[in-house]
């Protein structure tokens, strides 16, 4: 067995020996969230509470703002480029996003909702 194996055989067995409980770490799940003239995609995402998720956040035409004040976010979205967020929801709720930058008339009605479930 490689060393590397045998340590990490080693070290569960005393973890489970000692009555110590071993989870693995997964990746966060990534939700695609792209801003255009006057509305988010998707406008409604739904998470669990303690869930760590990370938003991958785009811009399709214009220098749009992306603002989830509840969890303290708050991004611009420069066309052509790639944002990412993480956040680990600690508690149920429905939560506003929007858009902060003025990006015309329909502005006011570009925002979503983050349901932490």
């Known amino acids: 067995m490689e060393r590397r194996h045998f340590l990490r055989a080693s070290v569960g067995f005393a973890c489970c020996a000692a009555g110590v409980e071993v989870v693995a770490l997964a990746a ?3 939700i695609a969230v792209e801003a255009r003239k006057f ?3 998707p406008s409604e995402i739904t998470v669990r509470k303690g869930e760590t998720v990370t938003f991958v956040l785009t811009s399709v035409d214009f220098p ?3 603002s989830l004040p509840d969890f ?3 991004k611009d979205l420069i066309p052509g480029m790639v944002l990412e ?3 680990t929801p600690a508690n149920a709720g429905r939560f506003h996003y929007l858009c902060d930058n003025f990006c015309g008339d329909g502005h006011d009605r ?3 909702i983050l349901v932490v479930a």
């Open 28 to 30: 966060p799940r990534r």
């Open 72 to 74: 303290g976010v708050r």
């Open 39 to 41: 509305q988010f995609t």
């Open 110 to 112: 570009m925002s979503g």
């Open 64 to 66: 749009h703002g992306f």
């Open 85 to 87: 967020v993480t956040i």
